[in-house]
């Protein structure tokens, strides 16, 4: 990459609310490796002109005329223009929603970003209904003082055959007290999974 096409990808880098989309100030810098043989790989760095709040951010980047792009891993590119979302602080969220098929069973299965605690009954938040109709668990995971990342609700009504929707409220916090955010997915947070028909077999939905 020549220095001239570095100046037009720093041009086009830019630091956003999210999901606002409101211009951050920031100065934009890059980084030669010449270590490499080939082509010198070149990156870039954004560094905010003041101290960030507690929030959502997203890093944009509109690729120039001949210029294409590699989605990121927690990316999302959309006409012509791509971001990546970031938070600053503590945020405590849902990572994955899974179903899975133990013993002839159905199980539900939460992992959050970190260690949470209920401000009530599990139950009562994590709500599970399969073909439209209400689940009842038979066990759930008990969460201490400690706090725990990983939550299982056995619902051993679920058949193979079922359409699942899980829907999680905003009854956790973090060790911290942090509230669970759901905003990103909805409030609350509702989750489609498809029907798990083989015994020790799970399906799995990122939620970040």
Partial sequence: MSVAEAK?????????????????QA???????????????????????APLSSRWYALHFTPPTGFGTTDSSNGVCNAGSCLSRFHTGEMPVVRVVSVCRKAGKGQ????????????????????????????????????????????????????????????????????SKTPLTTALKGT???????????DGDCVSVRME
């Fill in 8 to 24: 037009i990808i720093s041009s086009a880098l830019e630091l956003r609310t999210y999901p606002e989309g409101s211009v951050v």
């Fill in 188 to 198: 609350p947070m509702q989750v489609a999974l498809p029907a798990v028909a083989t």
């Fill in 27 to 49: 100065l934009v810098t890059q980084k030669t490796d010449m270590t490499v043989a080939g082509p010198a790989d070149i990156a870039f760095s954004i560094a905010p002109t």
């Fill in 108 to 175: 539900i299965g939460i992992l959050f970003s970190e260690r949470m605690i209920a401000n009530a009954a599990v139950d009562s938040i994590i709500k599970t209904s399969a073909n439209g109709k209400q689940v009842t668990y038979s066990a759930v995971t008990a969460i201490g003082a400690e706090g725990t990342k990983n939550v299982t609700l056995d619902a051993p009504t679920l058949s193979g055959t079922d359409t699942i929707a899980v829907t999680v409220g905003g009854g956790f916090s973090s060790v």
